[in-house]
């Protein structure tokens, strides 16, 4: 079974600084990908970042990285110089091997203030 | 914009009609899902259809019927639904077979009230 943990229900930050969105994951599969989904306030759920088991770097996609510990089984997001349409609801989820499933963390919550 | 279309985006709906949500994508992707969401909750799979075959079923009340007519389009057709259904549904499309490297891409997802 897999199983994602994301401990921070919600975040503040200040705008044009940096912040780190935990997620910690637990799973029996050697191969496995972990993703970041962001959700603004309107529903839609955005693709953000990928990581795969076995890529030995982190993954970046503008301004935002992934900072991936294997060992301690982490997967953080980080966004760097928040800005004000950053504000939403952020999940982080994994997929195993086989076809099909999706496990989602229960989100945080990140507000960027002015 | 997202490259996956979902209609309608507001339903508002009694007990005893029977409407259909529809969802349409032109990514070339053989994967195609439903999720119910709850406010402040993460998104729970209802079905997964592979290659146009029904592939998971989370368990769902029969008055929630998928049909996936191509590999295009995904429907969700509603009958009899009850108060606690009252979510908003989304529906996301994956490469595939939907493995670890694929991320979801989802639509803008139906918000539908019963009441």
């Known amino acids: 079974a897999q199983k994602i943990t994301q401990t921070q229900p919600g975040m503040f930050v200040q705008e044009k600084e940096a912040v780190t969105l935990d997620c910690t994951y637990d799973?029996?599969?050697?191969?496995?990908?972990l993703f970041w989904y962001k959700q603004p306030s309107s529903g839609e759920m955005i693709f953000l970042i990928y990581q795969g088991s076995y890529d030995e770097q982190n993954a970046t996609e503008g301004r935002y990285s992934l900072n991936f510990q294997k060992a301690r089984k982490s997967a953080n997001l980080v966004i760097s110089a928040s800005q004000l349409g950053d504000s939403a609801m952020y999940f982080c989820?994994?997929?195993?091997?086989?076809?099909?499933?999706?496990?989602f963390g229960d989100g945080t919550t990140l507000t960027v203030k002015p | 914009d997202t490259e996956v279309t979902q209609t309608p985006k507001h339903l508002v709906m009694g007990m005893t009609n029977k409407k259909s949500l529809k969802c349409e994508q032109h990514?070339?992707?053989?994967?195609m899902y439903w999720y119910k969401q709850k406010a402040k909750k993460p998104p729970e799979l209802m079905f997964v259809y592979s290659y146009e075959k029904l592939s998971i079923n989370e368990s769902v009340p029969s008055r929630f019927s998928p049909e996936c007519p191509n590999s295009s389009l995904l429907n969700l057709h509603l009958h009899a639904l009850q108060p606690e259904d009252s979510a908003l549904y989304l529906c996301?499309?994956?490469?595939?077979?939907?493995?670890?490297?694929?991320?979801?891409?989802f639509g803008d997802g139906t918000r539908l009230s019963i009441l």
């Open positions: 996301a499309s994956s490469q595939g077979k939907g493995g670890s490297n694929q991320p979801q891409h």
């Open positions: 799973t029996s599969d050697q191969s496995y990908g």
């Open positions: 990514m070339g992707h053989r994967a």
């Open positions: 989820a994994m997929r195993g091997p086989n076809a099909g499933k999706s496990t």
